[in-house]
């Protein structure tokens, strides 16, 4: 992992950690753990989700990810850069996943993370969903 112009701040320093920690929880399949990182009521943009910023239950976030568990089995991401400044996170990555069959893929994704009070309250992720 390449982490970028990371942490002139002890806050961008923690949420770097956090942000470390939320990709290994993620990649444990630790669903509970990885959505943990989260505040209760944070927006989301995802292009799954539609155009604009939207709340999920934590409830709603671990079913997302237990169901593309079940798509993908080894489902996977790989931190690319992390880039902290003031209170967000920038985070470049690929997610790569298979099947089982034939289907498998490679998604460079990034994701601008905003933190306050050590969660996460807005997650603006980015790829191309066609």
């Avoid at 444990?28 to 999920?56: E, T």
């Avoid at 490679?106 to 066609?130: E, M, Q, W």
């Amino acid at each position: 992992m390449f982490v970028a112009s990371c942490c002139s701040t002890s806050a961008e320093k923690q949420n770097t950690e956090i942000v470390i920690q939320m990709f290994a929880a993620f990649n444990a399949h630790d669903w509970q753990k990885m959505n943990s990182f989260y505040s209760s009521d944070a927006d989301y943009l995802d292009p799954a989700y539609g155009i604009g910023y939207v709340k999920k239950s934590s409830q709603e976030i671990v079913e997302k990810y237990s169901d593309m568990q079940k798509m993908f089995p080894d489902i996977h991401d790989e931190v690319k850069s992390l880039y902290a400044a003031n209170d967000k996170v920038t985070v470049e990555f690929v997610s790569t996943g298979s099947s089982g069959d034939s289907i498998k893929f490679s998604l460079p994704i990034c994701a601008v993370l905003t933190f306050k009070d050590g969660k996460i309250v807005r997650d603006a992720t980015y790829y191309d969903n066609h």
